[in-house]
């Protein structure tokens, strides 16, 4: 990550360890300021009786950096979070190797997309695949991926493969995962028809009523996901385990460095955000370097957010909030007439610009179904104003189509 501030970036953690990684933290009690940084709190995983850290590495970025799984397991992060799908495989194959020895100590979570037409043997093929990959015979808890489609989940075959899986002890729990517009629908049937012991769901500050409710009269914005509060309430009700993700709302992290004081960082803000959610058992986050995995941990173990984090979260709303576009959000659905996938295009752009990681922006990119090339001579302009959020997409569409196409 580049620096804005000014402040070099090793030493400003070092400011925010002496200063006690953070306000708002668990005392440390006398000397224990000088400490690394580590989980701070295991917590039990809804009714798959599993115990996790609070804080758990998500690794969609993870491509041979065995040291950085090994230096977030000796912080005490014990939760892995992967998909085949990740770095084309490599993801798995690095905590594979990088896990070698340890497995007993660690709980490992991979993804497939089961599509809503495949069949109990590709399935079944392509856990085995993520088993070998990761280097042991089981996982445990295996989800199917990015869901933003009922069909998917009506899929007979998933159930029936879930359960041969789980007799044969190669996946001991299921769950679902999601973060697009249909994610409320999706989550509602999942929950239902009983298909998760845990739901894996994009949830951070922007996307929670009760953050703006904080701030009505000083933003004109509209919550996204209003329903999820309800649902992930009513997942806790069944005693379904529920772990948030995309907990920074797009991550601009270097942008807030100007504003962060005595160590406590907008990251750790929102994850203290997220973590005091009443229905939130944990959260995973995409490590990707020593010292994020360390700011991370920062927010381990701690209480609600301070007046001074929730300062941070409104400064970040107000820079970013006309240019990024929300998770979960589908009210441009449709307002292409050339069938852009217009939040997904946005959701490839933000991996460049927020996480300033343009090869997985450009591998993401290439994965959709369409691509935003009509956005490029468009004469026509039909999305403009389809976004209730005020963002230009016919812009935002074009410059990344223009960055990730090629
Ligand atoms: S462009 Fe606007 S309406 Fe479309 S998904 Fe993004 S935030 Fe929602
Ligand atoms: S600029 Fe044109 S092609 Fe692109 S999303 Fe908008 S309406 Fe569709």
New binding site residues.
């Given amino acids: 990550m580049s620096e804005r501030s000014g402040i070099d970036r090793r030493e400003f953690l070092k400011r925010g360890a002496i200063a006690g990684v953070g306000i708002g933290l668990a005392p440390l009690g006398a000397g224990a300021a000088a400490e690394p940084p580590g989980v701070r709190r295991r917590v039990r995983l809804g009714r798959t009786e599993l115990r996790i850290p609070d804080i758990g590495f998500g690794s969609s970025r993870l491509d041979g950096d065995e040291d950085l799984v090994r230096h977030a397991l000796e912080r005490g992060v014990t939760y892995f979070d992967t998909a085949e799908s990740y770095t084309d495989g490599r993801s798995e194959s690095t905590l594979g190797r990088a896990l070698k020895g340890v497995r007993d100590r660690v709980t490992l979570a991979s993804k497939v997309e089961a599509g809503a037409d495949d069949g109990r043997e590709k399935l079944m093929q392509a856990l085995e695949g993520s088993l070998r990959r990761l280097q042991t015979d089981h996982i445990d808890v295996y989800f199917n991926h990015a869901v933003n489609d009922v069909a998917r989940l009506e899929n007979p075959e998933w159930p029936e493969f879930a359960s041969r899986a789980r007799e044969q002890g190669k996946i001991r729990f299921t769950g679902v995962s999601g973060h697009g517009g249909r994610l409320g629908k999706c989550l509602e049937v999942a929950i239902d028809r009983d298909l998760a012991d845990v739901l894996l769901v994009a949830h951070n500050f922007g996307q929670d009523p009760a953050f703006y409710e904080r701030f009505t009269a000083a933003f004109d914005f509209v919550a996204i996901q209003p329903d999820l509060p309800r649902l992930m309430a009513k997942a806790k009700e069944k005693d379904i385990g529920v772990i948030a993700m995309k907990t920074l709302r797009g991550a601009r992290l270097n942008d807030m460095r100007p504003y962060e004081k005595d160590g406590a960082t907008f990251a750790q803000a929102a994850l203290r955000w997220t973590l005091s959610s009443a229905h939130v058992d944990a959260l995973v986050i995409s490590m990707t370097s020593a010292e994020l995995v360390d700011e991370v941990l920062g927010a381990s173990g701690s209480g609600a957010p301070t007046r001074e984090d929730l300062a941070l979260l409104a400064r970040y709303e107000q820079r970013n909030g006309s240019v990024q576009c929300r998770y979960g959000c589908s009210g441009c659905a449709g307002?292409?007439?050339?069938g852009?996938p217009?939040a997904e295009v946005l959701r490839t752009q933000m991996y460049a610009r927020d996480y300033e990681d343009l090869a997985f922006a450009r591998r993401e990119y290439a994965r959709l179904d369409r691509s935003?090339s009509?956005?490029v001579a468009?004469a026509?302009?039909?999305?403009?104003g389809a976004c209730p959020h005020g963002l230009g997409?016919?812009d935002l569409?074009?410059s990344a189509h223009a960055l990730l196409a090629g």
């Fill in positions: 307002a292409c007439p050339d852009v217009i935003a009509p956005c468009c026509h302009r039909s999305c403009a997409i016919a569409t074009g």
